[in-house]
């Protein structure tokens, strides 16, 4: 059984060496991902600034609501117009030149993330990616498990290798805002020490909906309440309503 002290160490080690501004904004949903990097932060004294952005009534704007009366951190929501929409979407597409359908609804994502971040202030925003990918977060997980330990860690090298290739192209993005995206979580120390955490204590079987159970108990032991850490994942581009919106406009 993997010591999960040890993990919130090394979560915060990962987040003290690569966070060097202490003015921060974090970009946040308000499930266990980004509220982990959430209270992490808030507990190491940074000055954290939560970010929120959706359409209207997305899950993310009322679900981050819900969990920050619990938190009661600084909270900054833009709420995405229909209108004006399309125009950024097509705008984003053609800088980062793929047809790419999750490259270019997290670009999208990220372009009001910074935007919101640039109107507050802050130059720094901190992300949670890597966790997904590190502890199996995501349903292709539960395809490969019962072909072994092997395949879910060919998958994880793979889903690693994208995700650090797709937030390049976000930076590309966030720069017109002068806002710089950090992902301590994809650090090459993180990513060895949670490599080593055996495939069972992330992902049971390929009946198991909720996933990532260690990183849900060190969330837990951290003081993150259940509401947040027994929420399943819900990708950002879903979260918005972002995916819905993208998928309307072709």
């Not at 502890?135 to 395809?143: E, K, Q």
């Not at 993005?173 to 002068?178: A, G, H, L, V, W």
Request: charged share 25%; with cysteine; net charge neutral.
């Amino acid at each position: 059984m993997t010591d999960i002290s040890e993990l919130i160490q090394e979560l915060q080690t990962a987040i003290k060496d690569n966070v060097i501004e202490k003015k921060i904004g974090i970009a946040f949903s308000g499930g266990v991902d980004s509220t982990l990097l959430a209270k992490l932060c808030s507990d190491l004294n940074y000055d954290v600034t939560l970010l929120t952005i959706g359409f209207e009534n997305s899950h993310d704007i009322l679900f981050s609501k819900k969990i920050n009366d619990i938190m009661k951190l600084p909270h900054q929501i833009h709420e995405i117009e229909k209108n004006s929409f399309d125009e950024i979407s097509s705008k984003i597409k053609s800088k980062i030149k793929t047809d790419n359908l999750s490259w270019n609804e997290n670009c999208i994502a990220f372009y009001y993330v910074s935007q919101l971040a640039k109107k507050h202030n802050l130059t720094t925003v901190v992300t949670a990616n890597g966790i997904d990918e590190l502890f199996c977060g995501y349903n292709a997980y539960r395809d490969v498990i019962s072909q072994g330990a092997k395949a879910v860690q060919e998958l994880m090298d793979t889903k690693l290798e994208n995700e650090t290739k797709m937030m390049k192209a976000v930076n590309s993005i966030t720069s017109e805002f002068d806002v710089t995206l950090i992902q301590p979580f994809l650090s090459e120390r993180f990513i060895n020490h949670a490599k080593k955490i055996p495939i069972g204590e992330k992902i049971q079987n390929s009946e198991d909906l909720i996933r990532k159970h260690i990183i849900r108990h060190a969330a837990k032991d951290v003081g993150v309440s259940e509401i947040s850490a027994n929420q399943r994942k819900k990708a950002l581009q879903y979260g918005s309503k972002i995916h819905k919106a993208l998928i309307k406009s072709r």
